[in-house]
T-cell receptor, first 114, second 114 residues
Framework: KAGVTQTPRYLIKTRGQQVTLSCSPI?????VSWYQQTPGQGLQFLFE???????NKGNFPGRFSGRQFSNSRSEMNVSTLELGDSALYLC?????????????FGPGTRLTVL | AQSVTQLDSQVPVFEEAPVELRCNYS??????LFWYVQYPNQGLQLLLK??????LVKGINGFEAEFNKSQTSFHLRKPSVHISDTAEYFC????????????FGTGTRLKVLA
């Protein structure tokens, strides 16, 4: 099985712009979560989607949004970019939302905001 | 609410020496516990997880962890490390009810020295 794929891998934007990141989960997985990883902060949860519905949301401003499509692929969007949004954005998929299921992570999209 | 504390941000250790990476958690509800590893320029992958039963859990690459409920700890150990174990290690918890998000620690960077 192919792993979780994320596109693009690297992105450079300027303040005020918006960006869309894409994630394709492992085939058959219906749950997709997004995380922001920064040095010293670890992984901060953004949101989780299951069957096109947002199930959980982290403590991020409304500039961060996401969606999931019927094929389980997911996108996240960040509008009005700020310097502090520079980070590695990780997508993770799991078979369903059961707590005991492990998450399978993609390699991430490294976003740099200038 | 849950929280995870990884007390050491960096741990240097010589090759073939033992290592312990510490993880403490706080939660008002029952949780499942996980350790993930992140190699440079990659996403996270699961090392091991504790769901129930024996408090000593064995994972991949010779790692093991022990769940201590009274001390709310889940420390990761390996009796003899290799250069290839150099990576960042994350402890995570998730409520057993399944309605809560994963909570990750800030990570411990393990540096194995020759």
């Amino acid at each position: 099985k192919a792993g979780v794929t994320q596109t693009p891998r690297y992105l450079i934007k300027t303040r005020g712009q918006q960006v869309t990141l894409s994630c394709s989960p492992i085939s058959g997985h219906r749950s997709v979560s997004w995380y922001q990883q920064t040095p010293g902060q670890g992984l901060q949860f953004l949101f989780e989607y299951f069957s096109e519905t947002q199930r959980n949301k982290g403590n991020f401003p409304g500039r961060f949004s996401g969606r999931q499509f019927s094929n389980s692929r997911s996108e996240m969007n960040v509008s009005t970019l700020e310097l502090g949004d520079s980070a590695l954005y990780l997508c993770a998929s799991s078979a369903d939302t059961s707590s005991y299921n492990e998450q399978f992570f993609g390699p991430g999209t490294r976003l740099t905001v200038l | 609410a849950q929280s995870v504390t990884q007390l050491d941000s960096q741990v240097p250790v010589f090759e073939e020496a033992p290592v312990e990476l510490r993880c403490n958690y706080s939660s008002s509800v029952s949780v499942y516990l996980f350790w993930y590893v992140q190699y440079p320029n990659q996403g996270l992958q699961l090392l091991l997880k504790y769901l129930s039963g024996s408090t000593l859990v064995k994972g991949i690459n010779g790692f093991e962890a022990e769940f201590n409920k009274s001390q709310t700890s889940f420390h990761l150990r390996k009796p003899s490390v290799h250069i290839s174990d150099t990576a960042e290690y994350f402890c995570a918890v998730r409520s057993t009810s399944g309605t809560y998000k994963y909570i990750f620690g800030t990570g411990t960077r393990l540096k194995v020295l020759a």
